[in-house]
């Protein structure tokens, strides 16, 4: 396509101006200088991707999703789906991970049947975790259409005190009992009344998680 006449008052054009000088330059000099270009290029684009949320997507028996920012893949724990991290060095910051649970059989709500299960969910991280402390448990909301059950705690994790929220997950479905637990650890202080997930990067993907 033909290109369009450039009037006089606006002239000469960038690239007019600078030819004669690109031309007479070394090749050495124009390696350096489309090398430079190049790395502007995808500093920009990092920089572009770093503020984009990642979606992750799970799907099996119990498929999944949710967003995140901040976080980056990991390995993932022994049994586990999915974990994200956020690292300063190589101390741990923020951790949020998802693996599957399965419910025994039962009769009623599901509501009624989470704390059960939570109390011996809660004596394994007892278990896993050095000084591990409860904090509270109960029913949470993490969305307008999903609801689940909160174990909160603290616990000694790489030599430092690390606040988790644990929250446990069922598609609503009637006597659902394949789920999903959702484990989150942060450096950042929380307590029952702000639990960890309440801002922060491990906010997006607690509330954003969906099934199906």
Do not use: C, N
């Not at 920089?47 to 993932?76: C, E, I, Q």
């Amino acid at each position: 396509m033909a290109s369009v006449p450039l009037k006089p008052q606006y002239g000469p054009t960038l690239g007019t101006l600078f030819e004669p000088r690109w031309r007479s330059a070394a090749p050495a000099v124009r390696a350096i200088a489309i090398a430079a270009g190049v790395g502007v290029l995808a500093l920009a684009i990092g920089a572009v991707l770093t503020l984009l949320d990642t979606r992750y997507s799970h799907g099996g028996r119990v498929p999944f999703s949710f967003k995140y920012k901040g976080l980056y893949r990991t390995t993932t724990d022994p049994g586990g789906y999915v974990k994200v991290t956020r690292t300063s060095g190589a101390r741990l910051e923020d951790s949020y991970a998802v693996a599957p649970i399965l419910l025994g059989g039962y009769r009623g709500s599901v509501t009624g049947e989470l704390p059960l299960f939570a109390a011996g969910y809660t004596r394994t991280l007892a278990k896993r975790f050095s000084r591990f402390r409860l904090e509270g448990e109960g029913k949470t909301r993490i969305s307008s259409t999903l609801g689940g059950y909160d174990v909160l705690y603290s616990a000694l994790v790489d030599g430092r005190v690390m606040y988790g929220r644990d929250v446990m997950l069922l598609p609503e479905r009637p006597f659902a009992r394949e789920g999903v637990v959702i484990e989150m650890l942060s450096s950042q202080a929380a307590s029952v009344s702000k639990p960890v997930a309440s801002s922060g990067v491990l906010e997006t993907p607690l509330k954003t998680f969906a099934f199906g």
